[in-house]
């Protein structure tokens, strides 16, 4: 998967740069407007961050310029503006999403996976696995070794997130936005508890340990190496 | 061109205090004016029509044609001393039976037409240029079938006309005179009017952003300018408060950022000076990102109460049924709350119109804020009431009872009641700022109460 960050601040594109590419994407960086646009319509990309305020062209005219050449290739604004006009003329001029400065790196990682998996309507499948743990959609049943485990909606709908992007570590914010419909900060402990008490269900008992915490990313759910 | 706005008052005061003495001073000198050379017209004519009334005995006392060539002898008798006066005697044929030496009468007076009034007599300059005033009329003489003879008679009015001239001269240097006096008083009235404002002017200047709490002298301020002195001084406390505010946040602010933010370099510094393993710079680093999170959060709702304070946040307004959205909010505290054993309800329904997901952040603010404070095994509950014209949401913890000073100051930036709390986990201290910058915006108003281990936030909206 081939990314183009636009951002001027040096600092911050260099860190998308490596963010990115120690995630699995090959990144090219622009550092002003001009080399954005003329890279953005001239070479093929899945998908395009662009900083809203750049020397030279702004992300708007960017974004502009990547639509009149017929591309629909998501494109993810940073803004350090949350400014409601912002987000409507962004809206308007076609962006998929964007992200008020400053953001957890967490968040542009799983906004951005998310973009992506937009475009591929991959396959539903109707059991998610990993390793002896299986959630059962269509039954609302969750097993693991065979076992079977209660869950209550909300605990389904968590342990669905992270099945669902496996691998991938789920800032706080974007798990009460998914779970609980809550799509602002709140200085509760909530995510920790749910997720506390997932653990409890499925991983407390079991030798393979499936849910992590990483320290000041969010949550994981992954297959530790060296386990079927 | 200036526009209107921008001129002196001084001078436009003046102008018109100018303009309208020498209007009313014009209008009563030609009133004057008149008046007098009516009166001397008057004079005239009471003259004049004596001598025609004499004149017309004289002639209605001839008897016969020889009665009538006397009467000249008789009018040179009777007119003798009268120097200025001229009078004609003409017969119907034409034939000048009388006329004074000099004497001279416009044509239309004498021969033919209707014959002058006598109310209404007419002036004229003879060939000499003197200036005179006559009257005539037409007069039966005593001879049976005789037509009527025509009288002229007409004074020298020269001295009138110089006495006039005289005066109307005398009367204008006055008026023009006093215009120019009254044009100057005004301006001295306006500038003395004005001083005050020049006062007001001086007190004004001498208040500085360090001296706010200075305040315009009512007493010495005429009537006329007490109201605007008012408007000023209550201009001048909103500016005060204000500045207060806004010294007391700048300072707060820095006071809060500078704990992390020494944290974050005591933190970085220790671990750089040696080196270390890898799984203790991944702790330090992720320390480090619970810092900034800390940070970041504090800036964006900083950012948020900013905007809110300047009247740029404006919520949606759709109908919210405020049931099913506690409904929510409580089960997603649920969990924070069975943690500390705290049981968790709502009741009560409502509906108000207003921004879903702030409605939604400043309840869930005032959730975790109570969870927080109830203590283990304690109850929090929200409840939904309509209240005549109002729609009131109550969050109540039991726990422990907060003072009543406090109580208005907890929905300041960074204020808790319990200052050794400070800093405590991610609590930014912002919560209850935000819930009364997200209800102010929405119109409403929200309060705090707290008695006998009750504490209770009271959320009013409009309905």
Partial sequence: MKILVVEDESKTGTYLKQGLSEAGFVVDLAGNGFDGLHLATSESYDLAVLDVMLPGIDGWQILQGIRRAGSDMPVLFLTARDQIEDRVKGLELGADDYLVKPFAFSELLARVRTLLRRGSKSKEADVLRAADLELDLLRRRATRGGRRIDLTAKEFALLELLLRRQGEVLPRSLIASQVWDMNFDSDTNVVEVAVRRLRAKIDDDFEVKLVRTVRGMGYVLDVPEGTA | ?463
Avoid at chain 2, 35 to 60: A, Y
Avoid at chain 2, 83 to 97: K, R, T
Avoid at chain 2, 246 to 263: K, Q
Avoid at chain 2, 438 to 449: K, L, P, R, S, Y
């Fill in chain 2, 1 to 463: 061109m200036k526009s209107v706005g921008r001129a002196s008052i001084t001078l436009r005061l003046t102008a018109l205090f100018a303009t309208v003495s020498t209007l009313v001073l014009l209008a009563l000198g030609y009133l004057i004016g008149s008046t007098v050379e009516q009166h001397f017209v008057e004079q005239d004519i009471d003259v004049l029509s004596g001598k025609l009334d004499l004149t017309q005995r004289i002639l209605e006392k001839a008897r016969s044609r020889d009665d009538l060539l006397a009467v000249p002898q008789q009018l040179d008798d009777a007119l003798v001393g009268h120097h200025g006066l001229s009078v004609v005697v003409a017969l119907q044929d034409g034939e000048l039976l009388f006329a004074t030496s000099g004497a001279e009468f416009p044509d239309g007076l004498l021969s033919g037409g209707p014959v002058g009034d006598v109310a209404h007599p007419r002036a004229w300059r003879t060939a000499r240029g003197t200036p005179m005033r006559g009257i005539s009329a037409s007069v039966p003489t005593g001879i049976a079938g005789m037509p009527k003879a025509v009288v002229g008679v007409a004074t020298d009015i020269t001295h009138h006309e110089q006495y006039l001239a005289g005066f109307r001269l005398t009367l204008w240097a006055f008026v023009a005179f006093a215009a120019v006096l009254s044009g100057l008083l005004g301006w001295l009235a306006v500038r003395r009017g004005l001083a005050p404002l020049q006062a007001m002017k001086r007190e004004a200047e001498n208040i500085t952003a360090q001296r706010l709490h200075a305040r315009l002298a009512l007493d010495a301020v005429p009537v006329e300018l007490v109201d605007l002195a008012v408007t000023l001084n209550a201009m001048l406390a909103r500016l005060e408060d204000s500045f207060r505010r806004l010294s007391d946040f700048s300072s707060d602010l820095a006071h809060e950022f500078r704990t992390p933010i020494s944290n974050l370099m005591t933190e970085t510094q220790v671990m750089l000076s040696r080196t270390r393993s890898p799984d203790e710079y991944r702790d330090v680093l992720a320390s480090n990102v619970e810092e900034y999170e800390r940070l970041s959060r504090m800036i964006a709702d900083m950012l948020f109460i900013a905007k809110a304070e300047d009247g740029r946040i404006v919520p949606t307004r759709e109908t919210l049924e405020l049931a099913p959205l506690v409904g929510d909010l409580v089960e997603f505290h649920r969990l924070a709350a069975e943690e500390k054993e705290v049981e968790l309800t709502s009741e009560g329904e409502g509906a108000i119109q207003g921004d879903r997901l702030m409605i939604r952040r400043a309840i869930s603010n005032l959730l975790s804020n109570a969870i927080r404070h109830t203590r283990i095994g304690g109850r929090v509950t929200v409840s939904i009431r309509r209240n005549g014209t109002c729609v009131e949401v109550d969050v109540t913890n039991i726990g422990e009872t907060i003072a009543s000073e406090h109580l208005p100051r907890l929905f300041d930036r960074f204020y808790r009641a319990d200052p050794s709390r400070s800093g405590e986990g991610s609590h930014s201290g912002l919560g209850l700022a935000i819930v009364r910058s997200i209800v102010e915006a929405h119109g409403g108003q929200v309060v705090a109460f707290s008695a006998e281990g009750m504490t209770t936030f009271r959320l009013t909206f409009a309905r």
